[in-house]
């Protein structure tokens, strides 16, 4: 017996609950299940070579610029926060696959390039991920551009669009605004 479809049973279950735009909260759902898969498939791949997809894509994109680049710079190409990419390159010039160049005129400013270590990584993963087709198993050219067409709308959107709080913050004249702490954490 087939395991069970958790898109097609959560599908139901928004359609017995009256939940609307039951189209779009599958589509989303089957995204989010697809992007766990193929990063999986993915990870199984590069977890030799010791980096995480995130460190890769990182790699990838520092290998693309060829020239240094900001913290700042590397963050706007990758849609990331600048801490995040902050942590990922130190975790890479740890591994000596990228290295931070501090501005001899601003101490704030550091340029990251990739080293020849790193490059490495990129070629092999390349490599390696390609007979894989990346890990979207069972498509074909057509399948994958029509896919990249699809979605980048919401890329493009989401890019140029600060992601919302997932909670509002809570009002002035709620309880938890009103704590003895200050914080609704505490």
């Known amino acids: 017996m087939p395991a069970p479809d958790p898109i097609a049973?959560?599908?139901?279950?928004?359609?017995?609950?009256?939940?609307?735009?039951v189209d779009q909260i599958t589509a989303a759902s089957s995204l989010i299940r697809a992007s766990q898969?193929?990063?999986?498939?993915?990870?199984?791949?590069?977890?030799?070579?010791?980096?995480?997809?995130?460190?890769?894509?990182?790699?990838?994109?520092?290998?693309?610029?060829?020239?240094?680049?900001?913290?700042?710079?590397?963050?706007?190409?990758?849609?990331?926060?600048?801490?995040?990419?902050?942590?990922?390159?130190?975790?890479?010039?740890?591994?000596?696959?990228?290295?931070?160049?501090?501005?001899?005129?601003d101490a704030r400013v550091a340029a990251i390039t990739i080293t020849a270590v790193g490059r490495e990584i990129v070629i092999e993963s390349l490599r390696d991920l390609a007979p894989a087709d990346f890990g979207i198993v069972g498509w074909d050219l057509a399948d994958a551009r029509r896919f990249t067409e699809l979605v980048a709308p919401v890329l493009t959107r989401s890019a140029a669009t600060p992601s919302p709080p997932l909670t509002p913050p809570p009002a002035a004249s709620s309880p938890a605004a009103s704590s003895s702490t200050g914080s609704p954490d505490a």
Not at 9 to 21: D, S, Y
Not at 38 to 47: H, L
Not at 77 to 103: E, I, K, M, N
């Open 37 to 105: 898969l193929v990063q999986g498939i993915s990870a199984q791949i590069v977890s030799p070579k010791r980096v995480t997809g995130p460190q890769l894509e990182m790699l990838f994109t520092l290998d693309r610029l060829e020239a240094p680049v900001s913290v700042g710079g590397l963050a706007e190409a990758l849609c990331l926060h600048p801490t995040s990419v902050t942590r990922t390159v130190t975790r890479l010039a740890r591994r000596g696959y990228a290295r931070r160049t501090q501005d001899p005129d």
């Open 9 to 21: 049973q959560g599908r139901e279950n928004w359609i017995a609950h009256e939940n609307g735009r």
